[in-house]
């Protein structure tokens, strides 16, 4: 066997049981809930694939980032109210507790996975100054983004809510075309200094 043939093998291998354990089949998942075995692969979380495919929905993605916003935000105004009252749910408590972490976790997911892994890209060699600059301001946002995400998480201060849709605003000017950018500026108008 030649060292390419291994190769190929390998990677044929390796391929076969990455598509098996991202994407299992639906008797795979049947069978995986209505047992209680526990799997020697770690379970992974479905998002985009990063096969790469080709398909992407960007500006759907600034509408995620801005219902995540949302809900966040109402996370945290119930968990206000909660406190005031004199026998607050602890159920609900922690539901919304969850609900806000698992959004904000669901924004700094999306950062990395989508956007930073796939779609904003690193300009080539000899790029010009401003391909450097834009480059920069869409790292440093999708940085502040990520950093609003777990204030959320870690506080139920909404000015760190309102940070985050200003950002995905801002980094949306440094993105999308001046069509694009219109689209997402009148879908969201206000949500950046919604209270």
Known sequence: MSLTT???????????????????????????????TVSATPATPRRHCQVPCGIYGDKMRIDMFMEDAATIEKAM?????????????????VRWVMAKDDHAQAIQDRVSAYW??????????????????????QLVLMHRITVSAMK????????????????????????????????????????????
């Open 116 to 137: 930073l892994a796939q779609r904003i890209k690193v300009p080539g060699d000899g790029a010009d100054a401003a391909a450097m600059s834009k480059y920069g301001q």
């Open 6 to 36: 291994i190769s190929l093998s390998a990677l044929a291998t390796a391929a076969l049981f990455f598509a098996s354990t991202v994407f299992p089949s639906d008797r795979d998942a049947e069978a995986s809930a209505n047992d209680a």
């Open 77 to 93: 105004k119930s968990l206000l109210a909660m406190d005031q009252e004199d026998h607050p749910s602890k159920n609900q408590m």
């Open 152 to 195: 959320c998480k870690q506080t139920t201060e909404t000015s760190h809510v309102e940070a985050l849709r200003r950002l995905v605003l801002e980094f949306s000017k440094t993105y999308f075309s001046a069509e694009d950018l219109k689209h997402i500026e009148e879908h969201h108008k206000g949500d950046a200094d919604h209270k």
